[in-house]
T-cell receptor, first 112, second 116 residues
Framework: RKEVEQDPGPFNVPEGATVAFNCTYS??????FFWYRQDCRKEPKLLMS???SGNEDGRFTAQLNRASQYISLLIRDSKLSDSATYLC?????????????FGTGTQLKVEL | GAGVSQTPSNKVTEKGKYVELRCDPI?????LYWYRQSLGQGPEFLIY????????DSGLPNDRFFAVRPEGSVSTLKIQRTERGDSAVYLC??????????????FGPGTRLTVL
């Protein structure tokens, strides 16, 4: 079983739709949680951190459920420019470091 | 300001050859990380440096892989006797520190390695 599991998609949605991605993680020692965005043939870029209380950044809302080891990302009023792969990422501090563990990513395609 | 840079952007080599991949982190960042991303997968951790020393090399797949960061800035990932299965995008990331509020990892554009 992978440490971080995501539905690979693709999710094909019309512009303006609301779409939700889910992710589960297996390491209960995970301490920090993130969503990264990766465009085709580009590097991953931090979209947002995920906090236990839930957090919002414009059209994006992230939620964390530590008891269920479950993370979600909600995108409202989706835009064509939101088309990308969304990577669920967890971090467990090891050796005083900062190793990130990535899911395989969920591909989103926003269409006219 | 300048982000993380990696060279070369693409490298094609033959099975059995030796390759070096270079990473230039953001100036002032003390932590540097190498990841490998295969097609259709998320990045996988290889090794992490704090300053000049490798603080965690648990992700290196075998002893053909080695990385150095002699002056605490630029890092080189070295792969000996390359195999076709080594073909992937090798990503480098850096962060200001390795813990706390300044530990966001910023990724470089990657080196796409193809082993024929």
């Amino acid at each position: 079983r992978k440490e971080v599991e995501q539905d690979p998609g693709p999710f094909n949605v019309p512009e303006g739709a609301t779409v939700a991605f889910n992710c589960t993680y297996s390491n209960s020692a995970s301490q920090s949680f993130f969503w990264y965005r990766q465009d085709c043939r580009k590097e991953p870029k931090l979209l947002m951190s995920v906090y236990s209380s839930g957090n919002e950044d414009g059209r994006f809302t992230a939620q964390l459920n530590r008891a269920s080891q479950y993370i979600s990302l909600l995108i409202r009023d989706s835009k064509l420019s939101d088309s990308a792969t969304y990577l669920c990422v967890v971090r467990a501090l090891t050796g005083g470091g900062n190793k990130l563990t990535f899911g395989t990513g969920t591909q989103l395609k926003v269409e006219l | 300001g300048a982000g993380v840079s990696q060279t070369p952007s693409n490298k094609v080599t033959e099975k059995g050859k030796y390759v070096e991949l270079r990473c230039d982190p953001i100036s002032g960042h003390t932590a540097l990380y190498w990841y490998r991303q295969s097609l259709g997968q998320g990045p996988e951790f290889l090794i992490y440096f704090q300053g000049t020393g490798a603080a965690d090399d648990s992700g290196l797949p075998n002893d053909r892989f080695f990385a150095v960061r002699p002056e605490g800035s630029v890092s080189t990932l070295k792969i000996q006797r390359t195999e076709r299965g080594d073909s992937a995008v090798y990503l480098c990331a850096s962060s200001l520190t390795a813990s706390g509020a300044s530990d966001t990892q910023y990724f470089g554009p990657g080196t796409r390695l193809t082993v024929l």
